[in-house]
């Protein structure tokens, strides 16, 4: 990763220069030999600096973030459990209308709780 950064870099100044892709892909290689980007990569950078781009970071991907897992839906999901805890995963979903993924981490990272002979319980048991 690190790497590749310094690469993105060195791009970067070479196409300040006007250094075709090629002719940056020919001086990474005398820099890195064989640990040298793709020459598509090279050349998709080239080309993003030459059209303007500045920064060196990555861009934001595009996926849609992830709004299942707030305080609201862990308060519902323990009304649920509270009310009875012998459902499952699938039904507590359809239930509350969360996809099953998020219902089961939200059951075992945020309310710590895991499935015991068919009954959720707190994964540290204690004598009561």
Same mark, same amino acid.
């Given at each position: 990763?690190? %790497?590749?950064?310094?690469?993105?870099?060195?791009?970067?100044?070479? +196409?300040?220069?006007?250094?075709?892709?090629?002719?940056?892909?020919?001086?990474? /290689?005398? +820099?890195?030999?064989?640990?040298?980007?793709?020459?598509?990569?090279?050349? %998709?950078?080239? @080309?993003?600096?030459?059209?303007?781009?500045?920064?060196?970071?990555?861009?934001?991907?595009?996926? %849609?973030?992830?709004?299942?897992?707030?305080?609201?839906?862990?308060?519902?999901?323990?009304?649920?459990?509270? /009310?009875? %805890?012998?459902?499952?995963?699938?039904?507590? +979903?359809?239930?509350?209308?969360? #996809? @099953?993924?998020?219902?089961?981490?939200?059951?075992?990272?945020?309310?710590?709780?895991?499935?015991?002979?068919? @009954?959720?319980? #707190?994964?540290?048991?204690?004598?009561?």
């Amino acid at each position: 990763m690190q %790497r590749s950064l310094e690469q993105c870099y060195a791009i970067k100044f070479c +196409a300040k220069l006007g250094k075709s892709g090629s002719e940056t892909l020919q001086l990474l /290689r005398t +820099a890195y030999g064989d640990a040298v980007l793709s020459s598509s990569q090279v050349s %998709r950078w080239n @080309k993003a600096f030459k059209d303007g781009r500045e920064s060196n970071e990555d861009e934001q991907c595009a996926g %849609r973030p992830s709004t299942s897992r707030n305080e609201n839906n862990v308060a519902r999901l323990k009304a649920v459990l509270a /009310r009875d %805890r012998h459902l499952n995963v699938w039904l507590i +979903a359809e239930d509350v209308g969360l #996809p @099953k993924t998020d219902v089961h981490r939200i059951i075992t990272e945020d309310l710590h709780m895991r499935k015991i002979c068919a @009954k959720l319980v #707190p994964k540290n048991l204690s004598d009561v």
